[in-house]
């Protein structure tokens, strides 16, 4: 790294919270007090606008009007969902925020070289946020009517018009209104938690850089009590691992199926439009592609960050001069490796989030997109 570059990532990044551009999105704007509100009322629009478009659907059903708006229904409820969670868990995020920010240990405290390795990857994921970010930003612009008709992709224009009438025009350009605020709320949960799973991954680094700094100068007295140090602040950090573990996994099940029916929903509207359809269409369905593969990278990112934190702490306390420490201190370091040897996990129904899952769950939904298209061409043939 140049030293240039390390003066700009010293100015823009604290020690105090080196991921304070993900605290500034994912908490202290989507949880002032402005913008609670604004979800809730949103929240109120959007599931009984969701409602009204699955009752016109199941009244007016039909093959054709399943497989055109039915992705899009899909997402919505995706949406929702994500709003629900959100608002829901508020006091629980800000929970594990502050405890990690005000009660845990200090990246100030620590060494040189761990305060740069903190400090070069909060970089790099401050630049993947930045680069999501964007992409549900420009998702939101692509989807607003002036580049072209939204009946291509949405219901709800014609929903309101059958049952409102003179309200419709109202209703719909405030449904417009809150597709940027929609869209970065597809994105909010899985930046939430990667947003916790980042701060736990700091604490980990601080315990694997106060192991490194026991050497052969350290008395048996002083590796006592580095070792007890670590080991009290570890079982703090298991303890706030399973608060963030049972909150992630008790909406596991509904996340991983929606994930799963918006990443088929997605992948088959896009081969079932994809012929004869116009650029901008073409174009909105790519930035939704991307997006939805954001959200599911994200996922499965969070995921291998959370379980891969028990590796690196068995790892530095495999390398400690253990040989060099008195009966005392090695039962001390095996009790301590003993407290790793089962690593914290997203998991539910043998479904783990890492980066397996990824790449399980894209290669299915598109498997089922294509049998859907393929089906979905042959009842056209017949």
Request: net charge positive; hydrophobic share 45%.
């Amino acid at each position: 790294m140049s030293g240039k570059t390390k003066r700009i990532t010293t100015k823009t990044i604290h020690l105090s919270n080196p991921y304070s551009s993900f605290k500034k999105v994912f908490s202290d704007f989507a949880y002032s007090k402005i913008m609670i509100f604004y979800t809730i009322a949103t929240l109120a629009f959007h599931m009984l606008s969701l409602f009204l478009q699955i009752y016109y659907v199941a009244t007016n059903y039909s093959v054709e009007l399943i497989c055109r708006y039915g992705p899009m229904m899909c997402l919505a409820i995706y949406v929702v969902t994500a709003k629900v969670v959100g608002v829901f868990y508020y006091k629980t995020f800000t929970m594990l925020e502050n405890q990690c920010l005000f009660v845990l240990w200090k990246t100030c405290n620590s060494s040189p070289t761990t305060q740069r390795l903190i400090l070069n990857k909060s970089l790099k994921m401050n630049q993947k946020l930045h680069l999501a970010l964007m992409s549900y930003f420009l998702l939101a612009i692509v989807m607003l009517p002036t580049w072209g008709d939204l009946n291509e992709l949405f219901i709800f224009s014609q929903v309101y018009e059958r049952y409102f009438k003179f309200w419709a025009p109202v209703l719909y350009y405030f449904y417009i209104s809150t597709f940027l605020w929609c869209s970065y709320y597809s994105f909010h949960l899985p930046g939430c938690i990667l947003y916790l799973t980042l701060l736990l991954d700091v604490q980990i680094k601080l315990i694997n850089d106060k192991i490194t700094e026991i050497d052969q100068n350290f008395s048996q007295n002083e590796i006592s009590e580095t070792l007890r140090l670590c080991i009290s602040h570890h079982i703090a950090l298991k303890r706030w691992m399973s608060t963030l573990a049972k909150m992630v996994n008790s909406v596991m099940p509904v996340f991983v199926l929606l994930g799963a029916l918006s990443t088929v929903a997605v992948s088959f509207f896009v081969l079932n439009t994809l012929q004869n359809t116009t650029m901008i269409l073409k174009i909105r369905l790519a930035i939704l592609t991307v997006c939805n593969f954001v959200i599911v990278s994200t996922f499965a990112e969070l995921g291998q960050i959370f379980s891969d934190q028990n590796n690196s702490l068995f790892e530095h306390l495999i390398d400690c001069p253990w040989y060099l420490w008195n009966v005392k201190n090695r039962k001390i370091l095996l009790m301590f490796m003993a407290n790793c040897m089962k690593p914290k996990t997203f998991s539910w129904g043998g479904i783990t989030l890492d980066y397996s899952f990824a790449i399980s769950i894209l290669k299915t939904s598109f498997s089922y997109a294509l049998i859907l298209f393929k089906l979905r061409g042959e009842t056209i043939r017949n």
